[in-house]
């Protein structure tokens, strides 16, 4: 896609096991607004767009700052800091310079101008990370689409090294090799989109039709969600160890690393603690600070899986710093996506790496102290086999909260709706009666519901 965009200056395509580009990075502390409450938060979000980059396959040879009471619109930092950033990435060899806000494409094309160099934002690393970790048609679709949408206001400036003027005869008679090119190329671009569009409603329609069967299956769904790279693949994978039989267990893992955006495609999982106590577990793609609209507007099919969900397992480092901050980042995507609603457990994950002196136990449950809060907190190690069975315990015990005692009488002609209720309920009681079998069964009540709807009652 990159060689008909002619974009070299924004995008660059670096393989895996090659030599890292050398890039410096760059941020502004704007101090007015809705900035950054302090240096700290500050100078942690350069740290994670240093890690954007080295996901993205680069190497950060250094990190230059300014702080302004508002951004420059021209340049994004101020003339002088901008010749400084010039020199610095002269001295330090880096042949590209990523930012760590969404640029506007004035700006980008200001900057690429000044700098005489390739320019890439937060935005862009973001896009590419999630680019090289596609996996499904979905996701890849998705990608694509965010992807286009970011470059296409900045195409102008990627053809100004071609000559704007030309002398031939007809329509295109005062437009040169570049301006063609930009016209050509915004052409295809908006037909991609269109096509892009078509596929995603049609696979978005096949998701539908995925989620509706699951919620005829009256399973409670569980949705794992939280800032990237807190362990949500993690505490999947080890529940998939721990209650998926061994002949599957490895074939439904999902892939786990210790990066950035590891996995994206949102994967679900049937977890069958026992017979009657079992729930679908959904992973989906993480959270960070500044993740692009476009991104969380492409996605917009795949995270409806969180607003479908009866419970949320808000997945957290217990053990970085920031930890707090990522709960936050996490609540307002929740909210914005209209899930705000949905009980929450927050699972403080990576316990095993606190020190004692923590203010929270490293182990173990404890009630929210927060008034009207009816979220829990539990803080446990995804790596322990103990600390998934306490949170499976957690789990249960928060679905079965809202679950329903009923009395089911079974025609003997209708055996499908014991079988039913013996793999999705807890079958309290069955006596074998001249009507039929008694059923008493505690359940969620919309297993409660199918099963009468499958004898006849409503």
Known sequence: MAAFFGADDIWSRREEGGEKERVLAV???????????????FLHSLDELTELAEACMMHPVGIVTQQLPKVNAALYVGTGKAEEIRE????????????????????MRNLQKTLNLPVMDRTGLILEIFERRARSREAKLQVELAKLRYLKPRLIGMWETQNR????????????EGETQLEIDRRTIDHRLSELSKELKVVSRERETQRKKRQHSGLPLVALVGYTN????TIMNAMINRYVPDTAGEDRKVFEADMLFATLDTTVRKIEVERGRHFLLSDTVGFIHKLPTALVE?????????KEADLLLQVVDGSDPHCRDHIEVTKQTIADLGAGHIPMITVFNKSDRVEPAIEYPRRGL?????????NENIYISAREASSIELL?????????????????????????????????AIVEMADYTAEGIL???KCDVAVADKAEKMIGLS
């Open 230 to 233: 807190a362990g949500k693949s």
């Open 88 to 107: 610095n990435a002269e001295a330090m060899e880096a042949s590209r310079i990523v930012f760590n806000d969404t640029l506007s494409p004035s700006q």
């Open 298 to 306: 492409a996605f917009k099919s795949t995270l409806e899986e969180v």
């Open 392 to 424: 499976t315990e957690v789990i249960l015990g928060k679905l079965e909260s809202g679950a329903v005692v009923r009395d089911f009488l079974i025609p003997y002609d209708k055996g499908a709706v014991h079988s039913y209720l013996m793999e999705n």
């Open 27 to 41: 941020g502004v502390w704007e101090t007015s607004g809705d900035g950054y409450a302090s240096e700290e938060d």
């Open 165 to 176: 003027q030309g002398g031939a005869s007809g329509s295109m008679s005062s437009k040169g």
């Open 439 to 441: 059923v008493r069964a």
């Open 366 to 374: 404890k009630e929210s102290s927060v008034a009207g809060d009816r």
